[in-house]
C-alpha cells in the first residue's frame, strides 16, 4: 500500500500545502531566531520543570 501511495504523495508534496503540513515537510531555519541576546537560556526539559514548580507553589 505504501508503494501506492509515496508516489501520489511527492506529486502532491509542495503543490497541497496540507500536505506538506500533515507529513510535516514545513520546518523553519533557526537562524531567522537568532537575536543580539540570547533569549534562550533554557532547553525544553528545564522549562517544563520550572513550570510545574510554579504551579505546585500556587
Do not use: A, C, Q
Request: positive net charge; aromatic residues 10%.
Amino acid at each position: 500500500m505504501v508503494k501506492v501511495f509515496n508516489p501520489i504523495l511527492n506529486f502532491l508534496s509542495g503543490k497541497v500545502g496540507i500536505i506538506d503540513k500533515v507529513f510535516g515537510n514545513l520546518i523553519y531555519d533557526k537562524k531567522i531566531s537568532e537575536y543580539k541576546v540570547d533569549y534562550r537560556i533554557k532547553d525544553l526539559k528545564e522549562t517544563i520543570v520550572d513550570t510545574e514548580l510554579e504551579r505546585k507553589k500556587l
